[in-house]
Antibody
Framework: QVQLQESGPGLVKPSETLSLTCTVS??????????WGWIRQPPGKGHEWIAS???????YYNPSLKSRLSISADSSKNQFSLRLNSVTAADTAVYHC????????????WGRGTMVTVSS | SSELTQDPAVSVALGQTVRITCQGD??????ANWYQQKPGQAPILVIH???NRPSGIPDRFSGSISGNTASLTITGAQAEDEADYFC???????????FGTGTKVTVL
């Protein structure tokens, strides 16, 4: 059974870097069948797409976050990661990782999410 | 970027039909995906593409598009359908993913 699990600090100070990791079990992030992505939901607001990547190294970023954002993958650990620098309170959100079947534009599998609060 | 607008909340009597709408220019070009999310749980994909249900999703869930409005219909709502529902598509200009504002469905 496929599972995605987010991990990382629950509290980050303003101006510092938010780093999260998604550990995937039951499927390979090196498969050409899927894209892997990050989505967040600020408290009381709708979801926001952050970024996606494909096994061939292609990356796609939300333009509003691109200047502060990077995603990477470690196929040996079957993990992919998110780094968002210069965070502010506006980056406080539940962060989800998710799997998109290539060609469908749909996130067919999500992690439960991890709450990240930006506060001093 | 495109915005996908949903009503914040709707209610439906047990066994009745409810339609959840999502408005945005995206749907003149792209399909809508719909997700169900219960508190503290991962979102679940219930409809994708033209009107496709993933394995395990009951056939009381269906999707449609008319003009700039995508709809998710629950025909014969059950108590377990009480949840937040949100739509997902692509920005018509940038092709970036966009999400709806979400609708809380209460089953009475």
């Amino acid at each position: 059974q496929v599972q995605l699990q987010e991990s990382g600090p629950g509290l980050v100070k303003p101006s510092e870097t938010l780093s999260l990791t998604c550990t995937v079990s039951g499927a390979s992030i090196s498969s050409s069948t899927y894209y892997w992505g990050w989505i967040r939901q600020p408290p009381g607001k709708g979801h926001e797409w952050i970024a996606s990547f494909y096994y061939d190294g292609s990356t796609y970023y939300n333009p509003s976050l691109k200047s502060r954002l990077s995603i990477s993958a470690d196929s040996s650990k079957n993990q992919f990661s998110l780094r968002l620098n210069s965070v502010t309170a506006a980056d406080t959100a539940v962060y989800h990782c998710a799997r998109e079947r290539a060609g469908t534009d749909a996130y067919e599998m999500w992690g439960r999410g991890t709450m990240v609060t930006v506060s001093s | 970027s495109s915005e996908l607008t949903q009503d914040p909340a709707v209610s439906v009597a047990l066994g009745q039909t409810v339609r959840i709408t999502c408005q945005g220019d995206s749907f003149r070009t792209y399909y809508a995906n719909w997700y169900q999310q219960k508190p503290g749980q991962a979102p679940i994909l219930v409809i994708h593409g033209e009107n496709n249900r993933p394995s395990g999703i009951p056939d009381r869930f269906s999707g449609s598009i008319s003009g700039n409005t995508a709809s998710l219909t629950i025909t014969g709502a059950q108590a377990e359908d009480e949840a937040d529902y949100f739509c997902h598509s692509r920005d018509i200009n940038t092709k970036d993913f966009v999400f709806g504002t979400g609708t809380k469905v209460t089953v009475l």
